[in-house]
């Protein structure tokens, strides 16, 4: 049971830690996930809503609610499809790509520091032991 204890603290606290480096940059976990998919899509920075679903595994509901959140925020706009004229894209505005690269930045840095008091030989076992801890869930 103490193994199990363990990893809700450390989750909890990367949780916290993670969620912190966020709020920094006004955004939350789910803000950062669309945004950083958008991100990651390459120049223009633009996907359909269904490939923005399909990549973060979430609802067509609740993603148009993170849609509507962020273009409120000014960091997308829905822009219609040049391709066809009835579906449409969503794309950082600039101000989205600033808030994104700076977000991404610091998530990385919190991610380094976070694993910082492990060896590299600690974390690479670390990671091979999780890998095989993961994998017996995915079996099942």
């Not at 950062?32 to 399909?54: K, M």
């Not at 449409?88 to 690269?101: A, K, M, N, P, Q």
């Amino acid at each position: 049971m103490g193994l199990i204890g363990r990893f809700k603290r450390v989750m909890a606290q990367l949780s916290r830690e993670m969620a912190e480096t966020w709020a920094e940059h006004g955004l939350n976990a789910a803000s950062f996930d669309v945004l950083a998919t958008l991100r990651r899509s390459g120049p223009p920075y633009a996907l359909s809503p269904s490939d923005l679903i399909a990549s973060t595994m979430v609802t067509s509901g609740t993603m148009t609610n993170r849609i509507d959140q962020l273009e409120k925020a000014g960091l997308v706009v829905r822009k219609q499809s040049d391709e066809d004229r009835r579906s449409f894209l969503i794309s950082l505005t600039d101000e989205g790509f600033r808030v994104i690269d700076e977000a991404v930045t610091a998530h990385v840095e919190t991610q380094a520091r976070l694993v910082s008091g492990l060896s590299e030989e600690d974390r690479e076992k670390l990671d091979a032991l999780l890998k095989v801890f993961l994998a017996g869930f995915e079996t099942k």
